[in-house]
């Protein structure tokens, strides 16, 4: 390894690799004056400690660790109902790891307080580096040692004949300036010599890094704050308009202002699923979703788009995700006068990949009491062998409802806000299926059944009648479930995460190295020009480069010495042990 | 017989010349252990059992001598200088075992390659949209790598054949008997360009840090035997005497790690990007997104490490072996047994 300690060393935290290594009685004097530390000699000394390579090291690993739990309980930001599963499966640890945030480990106060202690001593290290290098952008590169032999792939060649050392050096330095050097004459003692120094690069690139990652903690951060998401399902023919009321579900960023929603209408037009067919080890396997939808502009004219699974629709300032989709069975229910009391198409939630579904219809008005039914949906009905029911192919071959009637009280008239996916039957008597000995209601597409105890009836309604015989293909509903998002910081995010793959490319290959040429002139008279580096931070390539550079500015040596490698090429009175040993 | 079944019967075959790779990689590896310790025998009886040399010493005045030994036993072989070492080193030539290990290496490359473009042509896309998938193309990658790195290097690293055939054989035997599913079409969310990028730089970087880890576990063995050295206590003599010394083995690791951890840099990026399109964020803290977050910050340690003073050499070494190990954690026990959106390994 070269040596590193340099006089002019880079600004970095003491316990830095290129730091100068501090002297051992410097630090016992800190020792000994460590009683005398005043509240600002304590902060210094808190600061430094913070911005020292050790602790940001720590941190790090400290944030690795913080992360893994996460990743073992459910988090509430991605698997809301996992964590309601795990608080039903471990009453009595649920709570606990609750207390410690376990469930909410990336926004939770222990996790925050690493990452924001990593960035501020991030902060800490950045800003005195900036600083310096930017002074070291403006200054000229130091003065050529006196003795090259000791560095880095020193070599020599004999001076060009007929060159003057002056116009060798002139050449030098011309040529290491067209390499990307910046280059500074000097003369020593009458000997003329070139220092170069190149590859400053390697530390803006660093910094670059650095900084982007404060910009996408910044951009995550607060960006994230002003936009929002929303879902929302709709159904095949039927539309939605983007206000806050129309929403399913919507989680608005902390900085988020509802005026700001761009009041647009999406419609359903269709939405096209694809099902493998031929391949036996992927029967029903989905193979494409296309969501048709018309998009309308308030008193705009309205333009079709498509939104699939991996190409989201970004209208009017918001992207459109097409992140679930099912069947809506369109179900009529009549009085006993044969009024219709409610007609809808009722989007029921898929259970299992051949999209077995569950919904519930809720008729509150125009019946004596109060009506509900959970529904199960067979796209492709099959009995098993115990005589349940259950669908064995996601597409629509022979679509079958089944009902299970209750009479009573909904519980929706308190005001209190239920699901329109789950009944509440505590104060519902069943009328149909399970334990009342009453048949379930088993409905085809088209067909009607009178519900028990004179109570009206029941239409599953066909939505494609026109359809040849036996022909169920299109005859349910499909809806879509949408999510709609915005996030106004993600551009700037993508941003630094591009600075920070090209500041992480330049700090990690940009060698960043400095090169001397001397003529010096020999004992005998004869003049020899000296080549040599400097590392500064990894450079493996630097021996090399030397010897190259050497031998494109004055030619291979014919010189037995100087052809051989340079740990070889020992001037007089050196032993070679001394630079082939490493730890100089 | 279908193109699925001729990749199979590969794979197979690749399998099996694997094995005969890792065998004489192995018989290498033994030869290489028995110079080192004639070697110092030779050195013993030359400079006298009384005498204070270390044997380090000696073992290194002796390097010739050996070597010469080695390529008279070993038919014509060019000999390689051993670099010098702070500890003792042995020249290691050519020798037929190992470039039988070589040989027999590429041939396994070439029937690997084989069966993952039949894997490939017969699913009518990339082939690493599964487990079984990942497992093949992320096999051939490390060895595809391990062969460039052969070539590319300064120094001769055929010694990290027996861990590299020896990792190879045991991934894939696991994933032909456990993971493997028959081609299927692949699912809407898996259907983007990004499939062919983010995971085949993913595999890529996997290739790159596995080299990193046996070259860091390779360095700590080094170390020790150097300290050993150093404190002129007994030196067995094995393999070790004919490798580069460890800190010449962290500077390899050192750069070979650093290109893996670019590649996952770009691995991560490119998987936000692909998630903000099929998932609608850029970044839940999915297990495989926490995994993939983990594994960056370990190998960010190990970077940092090398930049700290007090943590260059073993302890920097460690991290890069804790960051593989959480390479493979996120590659098995993440894929099979946690729950999360990346659920792709079609078992």
Known sequence: MSPRSDPDALSRPDDHIDAPQRDAPSSDEASVSQPKLGFVGWLRFAWRQLTSMRTALLLLLLLAIAAVPGSLVPQRSSDPNGVTQYFADNPGLAPVLDRFQMFDVYTSAWFSAVYLLLFVSLIGCVIPRTKHHFDALRARPPRTPVRLSRLAGFTERPLPTGETPDAAIDRAAAELKRAGYRVERYDLRGEASVSAERGYLRETGNLVFHTALLGVLVAVGIGGGFGFSGQRVVVEGQSFVNTLAAYDSFNPGRFFDDGTLDPYKLS?????????????????????????????????????????????????????????????????????EGEVVFTDAVPFLPQDANLTSIGVVKVPDGLEEQLGMVGFFYPTQETLDSGAFTSNYPDLVYPVLTLNVY?????????????????????????????????????MPGETVELPNGLGSVTFENVDPDAA???????????????????????????????????????????????????????????????????????????EAVASFATAHAGASTDAAAAAPASETAPPGESADDRANPST | MTLDEISIILVYSAMAVYAIAFIAYAIDLARRSAAATKAADDAKSAVGASAPATEAGAATGTAGAVGSAAASGGGAGTLVAAPPARGASVAWGRSPALRVAVAMTVVAWLLHLAADVTRGLAAGRVPWANMYEFALTGTLVITTVYLLVLVVAKHDLRFLGTFVTGLVLVLLGIATVNFYVSVVPLPPALQSAWLVIHVFVATSAVGFLALGFALSVVQLMQARRESFAASAKAVKQNFLATLPDSATLENLAYRVIIIGFILWTFTLMAGAIWAEAAWGRYWGWDTKEVWTFIIWVVYAGYIHARATRGWRGSRSAWLAIIGFSTVLFNFTVVNLFFKGLHAYSGL
């Open chain 1, 469 to 543: 015989e036996g022909d169920y293909s299109h005859s349910v509903s499909r809806f879509a479930s949408f999510d709609i998002h915005d996030d106004p910081s993600q551009g700037w995010v993508l941003v630094f995460a591009v600075l920070i793959i090209a500041g992480l490319l330049v700090s990690l290959f940009v060698p960043r190295r400095r090169m001397w040429v001397k003529a010096v002139r020999r004992r005998d008279g004869a003049v020899v020009l000296e080549y040599a580096g400097l590392a500064r931070g990894e450079d493996p390539g630097l021996e």
């Open chain 1, 268 to 336: 359903l037009e269709e939405l096209d699923a694809v099902y493998e067919t031929r391949n036996q080890e992927a029967i029903g396997q989905p193979i494409d979703f296309t969501a048709h939808v018309s998009v309308q502009a308030k008193g705009g004219e309205s333009t079709p788009g498509v939104v699939k699974v991996n190409q989201p629709l970004r209208v009017h300032g918001t992207d459109v995700y097409l992140l679930g989709n099912g069947y809506a069975p369109t179900i009529t229910v009549r009085d006993p």
């Open chain 1, 407 to 443: 009479q009573g009280d909904l519980g929706i008239d308190g005001g209190e806000p239920t699901s329109v996916y789950t009944l509440d039957p505590s104060s519902m008597e069943q009328l149909t299926g399970g334990a009342t000995g009453v048949e379930s209601i088993e409905l």
